[in-house]
T-cell receptor, first 113, second 114 residues
Framework: NAGVTQTPKFQVLKTGQSMTLQCAQD?????MYWYRQDPGMGLRLIYYSASEGTTDKGEVPNGYNVSRLNKREFSLRLESAAPSQTSVYFC????????????FGPGTRLTVL | GESVGLHLPTLSVQEGDNSIINCAYSNSASDYFIWYKQESGKGPQFIID?????DKRQGQRVTVLLNKTVKHLSLQIAATQPGDSAVYFC?????????????FGKGTKLSVKP
């Protein structure tokens, strides 16, 4: 039981490049989330998916797109990376209605030059 | 428990002492309040939650207190251990808005001295 896995762990991009962050969970959760965490800040929600086939914007969606590929996988895409997107990105699952516990992956540390 | 700029508030305690981490929340309509622990280089981990109609809840070595009058939440850790060193985040949840998503505070760093 791996929980929530994320790839890659680290990535350096140049401004304007694109990339996709991958996330998978094996806990059969309906809900999945993407957060970003900046130094000295809490987590801010980028996008979420309450169930397979649905996605919705969170607090800071600009510059990102997501795909809920199936129940297990939820990917985050940066189409044209900007230095302001330098951050640590966390994927989480669980925490659907009536459940406050979200399970987080280990994070992806992204630097945009 | 709220940070200013890039610097997290830090609480330094001696091993074996009790720790109290505080958090001010913003939405009086929030249904639940939750504490997460984040160790260095890892994702956050759920500790405990409390419903808005309660004022106290206990877990293993942890107690959460909720004061709705002043919109204040605290996490008490008994007999603090080196393994408790981490950043602690409070979060609030309002099922009536934003699809019930979690809104995280900025965190407090707990440092345990051996």
């Amino acid at each position: 039981n791996a929980g929530v896995t994320q790839t890659p762990k680290f990535q350096v991009l140049k401004t304007g490049q694109s990339m996709t962050l991958q996330c998978a969970q094996d806990m059969n959760h309906n809900s999945m989330y993407w957060y970003r965490q900046d130094p000295g800040m809490g987590l801010r929600l980028i996008y979420y998916s309450a169930s397979e086939g649905t996605t919705d914007k969170g607090e800071v969606p600009n510059g990102y797109n997501v795909s809920r590929l199936n129940k297990r996988e939820f990917s985050l895409r940066l189409e044209s990376a900007a230095p302001s997107q330098t951050s640590v990105y966390f994927c989480a699952s669980g925490g659907g209605f009536g459940d406050n516990e979200q399970f987080f992956g280990p994070g992806t540390r992204l630097t945009v030059l | 428990g709220e940070s200013v700029g890039l610097h997290l508030p830090t609480l330094s305690v001696q091993e074996g002492d009790n720790s109290i981490i505080n958090c001010a929340y913003s939405n009086s309509a929030s249904d639940y309040f939750i504490w997460y622990k984040q160790e260095s280089g890892k994702g956050p981990q759920f500790i405990i939650d409390i419903r808005s109609n309660m004022d106290k809840r206990q877990g293993q070595r942890v107690t959460v207190l909720l004061n709705k009058t002043v919109k204040h939440l605290s996490l008490q850790i008994a007999a603090t251990q080196p393994g408790d060193s981490a950043v602690y985040f409070c979060a609030e949840r309002n099922y009536g808005g934003s699809q019930g998503n979690l809104i995280f505070g900025k965190g407090t760093k707990l440092s345990v001295k051996p």
